[in-house]
C-alpha cells in the first residue's frame, strides 16, 4: 500500500469535506464538523484501498504533468516505490512520455484540443523493456484551463510479446529460425528493387535435400528435424549480408542473393552451398551425408518478374537436377517453362481421367514356351481420352510418377486385374508397381486388402518391380517388399540387365521371378552377344530357381532361340498385344482351342 506516500497536498485523494477548514463556531457545531471530518476520512482511506488494490495503475498528473497521485499498482508493476515517482514527470521514470507522438497527445490535452487520450508506450518495467496502455483524461478549471489529467495505466508486455511472437511466428518458419515463403517473397520484391535502382543482377537458388524422406522415415521425424536444423543453421551461418536463407517447405530451402555482377557469380554460390551440404550432419552420435540438387535463376538489372515467378522457376530448375541424377546444380531454362505447362495441362487431364473412369486395364498374355499354354498376363493401364481417343502410357505415365497420381492409377490397375482374374483359375495376372509404392509402408496393406475383397489367391499374382524404383530408396522398398512377399505373393524383376548391378539385387531382392528386357530379345537370332546374355540370365535364373519371362519376343526365330536355352515363359507381339479384358479371355479360349485341335 502506498498510504498517505501517494498524495499531495490537503485533504487527501478526495480533496476533504466542504467547509472543514471553516472559522468559528463552537459547541454543537464544532463537534458536527469534527464527526463529518472523521467520516470523510474514512472514506478516503477506504477509496485509496479500493485504488491500491487494482491491478491497473491509477495515476494523476500536475498542471506540469508530473505525477501528484500513484496507486500502489505502480510499485507492483514499475519495481519503484511511489514516494519516489511523485512529483516527476513520466519521461523521467523509464516511461519515454517526450516520445513525439505521445508528446503531442497529451499537448492536446493541455491545450484543450481534446479532453481525452489513448495510446500504448514502450516503458521499462521491472528493469526490462516493457509496454504500458495508457489512457487519461483532462482536468480543468471552471474557466477551462488544464489543471492536470487522472487516468490508468495497464501492463501490456505479455500482450505485447505475444503479438511480436505470433508475427514472427507468421513471417519464420518455427524450427529453423528462417524466414518463411511470406517473408521470402518480400525479400525478393525488395532485392529486385534495389537490383533496377543499382543495375546489378538478383539470383535465386532453390534447394532440395536428396533422400530426406529415406532419413526421415528410418531414424524418425525428430531426427529429421534434427537434421533440417543443422542445415538451416549451416546455410544461415554461411550466407553473406547480401543473401537471404528461407526455408520454404519440408527439405526445401531457398538462397535469394542479390548485388552480382554477372550471371555467372550464382553458379559460384551454388557450389558453395553444394560443396557446404556434403560435409556429414551429425545426429545421435551418428554421421548422415546431406546432398541437395540446386536450381538457379537469374533476373537482369530492370526485369520485371514476381517473386512467385522466380520461385516456381528456380523450382523447375530444381527438379531438372532431380532427373539428371541429383546432387547437381540446374540453371533454369525457358523449355522448362513449356515443359511444366504441359505437365500441368496433362497432370490436370489425368486427375480427370482418374476420377472419371477413363482408365482402361489391358492385358498382355504371358505364354508357356515349351507347351503354348497361356499362363497368365500381365496388366497395363491405357487412357482412352475422350476427345483424343486411346493415349500410349509412354505420354502419360512418366506425368503421374512425377505428380504421385502413379499411386491412385497403380491402385486402381491393381483392384481391377485382381477382381478380373479372381474367377480365371490357373491364370496368373502380374501387375507393375512404382517407386512410390514401394517406399509407402501402408502398401502391402492396401494390397493385402484388395486381395482379400477380390478373393483371389495371392499365389497367382505377380507384383513387378525395377531396378531403378528399389534405388530410389533401398532400405525402405526392402521393408515392403518381404512384407508383400510374406503375404505369399510373386515378385518380379522387371527389365533386367538394364539397371546398375543387377546381380547384386538377386541377392538381395526377395524375388521370386526375372523378366529378361526386349532390348535382348530384339537381338538374340542376330547377335552373339545378346545371345549370350541372354544365357547367362537364364542359366542364373535356373541356378537360384527362380522363374523366367523373356519379353518383347515377336518372332517365332526368338522364341525357337529361348527354346534352347530352356527359357520357361514369353509375352510379346508374336502372341498377342495387350488386349482389353473380354478380348484377352476370347484369345485364351481361341488359342486353347487351336492347342487342342
Not at 417 to 433: C, K, Q, T
Request: charged share 25%; proline share 4%; net charge negative.
Amino acid at each position: 500500500m502506498i498510504g498517505s506516500d501517494a498524495v499531495t497536498g490537503d485533504g487527501g485523494w478526495l480533496g476533504g469535506p466542504a467547509g472543514s477548514g471553516s472559522a468559528g463556531g463552537g459547541g454543537l457545531s464544532a463537534g458536527r464538523d469534527n464527526e463529518s471530518q472523521q467520516l470523510w476520512e474514512a472514506a478516503d482511506e477506504r477509496y485509496r484501498a479500493v485504488l491500491d488494490s487494482l491491478a491497473e495503475i491509477v495515476f494523476e498528473l500536475d498542471a506540469n504533468l508530473r505525477f501528484r497521485f500513484l496507486s500502489a499498482a505502480w510499485e507492483r508493476v514499475m519495481g519503484v516505490p511511489a514516494h519516489v515517482a511523485l512529483g516527476h514527470r513520466a519521461d523521467e521514470l523509464g516511461i519515454p512520455a517526450a516520445h513525439a507522438a505521445i508528446a503531442e497527445e497529451l499537448g492536446r490535452l493541455v491545450d484543450g484540443e481534446a479532453d481525452q487520450a489513448s495510446f500504448e508506450l514502450p516503458a521499462v518495467i521491472g528493469g526490462e523493456s516493457g509496454w504500458l496502455d495508457m489512457r487519461v483524461t483532462a482536468q480543468r478549471d471552471p474557466d477551462g484551463r488544464f489543471t492536470g489529467a487522472s487516468g490508468v495505466m495497464t501492463d501490456v508486455s505479455d500482450r505485447r510479446r505475444t503479438e511480436e511472437r505470433l508475427a514472427r511466428l507468421a513471417l519464420h518458419d518455427p524450427l529453423t529460425g528462417l524466414p518463411n515463403r511470406s517473408l521470402l517473397c518480400d525479400r525478393v520484391a525488395q532485392a529486385m528493387a534495389r537490383s533496377r535502382r543499382s543495375q546489378e543482377i538478383v539470383a535465386v537458388l532453390f534447394i532440395d535435400l536428396d533422400h530426406f524422406k529415406v532419413l526421415n522415415d528410418s531414424l524418425g521425424h525428430d531426427a529429421g528435424d534434427e537434421v533440417l536444423a543443422a542445415v538451416a543453421a549451416r546455410l544461415a551461418g554461411s550466407v553473406r549480408s547480401t543473401e537471404t536463407v528461407a526455408r520454404v517447405g519440408g527439405d526445401e530451402f531457398v538462397v535469394v542473393a542479390e548485388g552480382l555482377a554477372e550471371a555467372e557469380e550464382a553458379l559460384s554460390i551454388a557450389a558453395r552451398v553444394h560443396e557446404l551440404l556434403l560435409e556429414p550432419v551429425h545426429v545421435a552420435g551418428i554421421e548422415h551425408l546431406v546432398a541437395a540438387s540446386i536450381g538457379v535463376v537469374t533476373v537482369a538489372p530492370g526485369e520485371l518478374r514476381s517473386a512467385n515467378d522466380l520461385l516456381a522457376e528456380a523450382d523447375l530448375a530444381m527438379y531438372r537436377a532431380k532427373e539428371r541424377g541429383r546432387g547437381r546444380v540446374e540453371v533454369f531454362q525457358e523449355e522448362l517453362r513449356a515443359r511444366a505447362a504441359d505437365r500441368m495441362s496433362t497432370e490436370a487431364a489425368l486427375r480427370r481421367a482418374i476420377d472419371g473412369g477413363e482408365l482402361e486395364v489391358f492385358y498382355q498374355p504371358v505364354i508357356a514356351l515349351g507347351t503354348g499354354a497361356v499362363q497368365g498376363a500381365e496388366a497395363l493401364v491405357r487412357w482412352r481420352h475422350p476427345e483424343r481417343g486411346l493415349i500410349p502410357p509412354a505420354l502419360f505415365v512418366p506425368t503421374a510418377e512425377e505428380t504421385g497420381l502413379i499411386a491412385p492409377m497403380t491402385a486402381f490397375v491393381l483392384s481391377r486385374a485382381l477382381r478380373d482374374f479372381a474367377g480365371l483359375e490357373g491364370l496368373s495376372v502380374a501387375v507393375n508397381i512404382s517407386a512410390r509404392q514401394l517406399i509407402d509402408l501402408r502398401f502391402p496393406d492396401d494390397v493385402a486388402a484388395m486381395i482379400a475383397a477380390s478373393g483371389i489367391d495371392a499365389s497367382r499374382v505377380t507384383l513387378e518391380i525395377t531396378e531403378t524404383a528399389v534405388l530410389a530408396d533401398p532400405e525402405a522398398s526392402l521393408v515392403v517388399l518381404h512384407r508383400l512377399r510374406d503375404q505369399g505373393l510373386t515378385l518380379a524383376l522387371d527389365d533386367f540387365g538394364t539397371g546398375y548391378s543387377a546381380l547384386a539385387h538377386l541377392q538381395q531382392l526377395p524375388v521370386g521371378c526375372v523378366k529378361i528386357d526386349r532390348s535382348f530379345v530384339d537381338g538374340i537370332t542376330a547377335s552373339a552377344t545378346d545371345r549370350a546374355l541372354v544365357q547367362a540370365v537364364a542359366g542364373l535364373a535356373s541356378a537360384l530357381n527362380l522363374r523366367l519371362v523373356a519379353e518383347g519376343v515377336e518372332s517365332e526365330a526368338q522364341a525357337a532361340v529361348l527354346r534352347t536355352m530352356d527359357c520357361p515363359s514369353a509375352q510379346g507381339f508374336l502372341y498377342a498385344k495387350p488386349l482389353p479384358f473380354d478380348e484377352f479371355l476370347a484369345f485364351v479360349e481361341a488359342h486353347e482351342a487351336r492347342r487342342a485341335a
